[in-house]
C-alpha cells in the first residue's frame, strides 16, 4: 500500500462512523452538562443553615398610626425558620404600649388578612420562641412586625434570629 492508499484510507470513515462519533460528542456533552448541574447544587447546598439575625427599628408618627417593620425575607430557593423574636421599646428597660402582630406576607400592609398572621402579642414586649417548623418565612414572602396602637413618637425595635436554610420543595432530584 502507498503512503496515499493509507492517507485516503484515514479520511474515509464512513457514513456510520461519522454518525457514530456525533452520537458520542452529544453523550459526553450531555454528561459535561449533567456534571456541571450536580456541581452547582452541591455549590448551594454545601453551605448547609445559616444563621440571621432579625434586627429592625422604627419611631412611631405623631398620631400614633399603625407602625410596620420589615425584617426581610429569604433569598430564591431558601426558607427561614424563625427561632426566636423580642418586640417591644428600644431598650428592654423601656415601657410602650400597642400590641403587635408577626405577619409572613410578600406585601407590606397595615391591616394584614388573618391568613397571613403568624403570631401576635396583646401587649409588649414579646419574647417569643418558636421550635423547628413552627413559623417558616418562604421566598418571595418576608416577617414583617406590625404595631397596633402604638405610643405617640416612640421608638419600637425588634430583634431575633432564624435560621436560613435551602427550601426542599425547589430541590431538584437528580436521576440515577
Known sequence: ???????????????????ALAGIQGTFDGV??????????EEA?????VEVALRGASQSNANGATLVLDMGGPSYE???QVRRLVVGGSQWT??????????????QVTTPPLS??????????LLAFYSTGQLIVRHPNHLF??????????NYGVGGAATDLP?????ITVPD
Open 94 to 107: 423601656s415601657t410602650v404600649a400597642g400590641s403587635a402582630l408577626v405577619v409572613v406576607s410578600p406585601n
Open 78 to 80: 431558601r426558607m427561614w
Open 145 to 154: 412586625v406590625v404595631i397596633l396602637t402604638p405610643t405617640i413618637s416612640t
Open 45 to 49: 447546598y454545601q453551605f448547609g443553615p
Open 1 to 19: 500500500m502507498t503512503m496515499e492508499a493509507e492517507v485516503g484510507g484515514g479520511i474515509e470513515l464512513g457514513e456510520f462512523s461519522l454518525k
Open 116 to 125: 397571613d398572621i403568624a403570631d401576635q402579642a396583646s401587649a409588649l414586649p
Open 32 to 41: 459535561l452538562q449533567h456534571l456541571e448541574k450536580i456541581a452547582r447544587y
Open 167 to 171: 427550601d426542599k420543595r425547589h430541590r
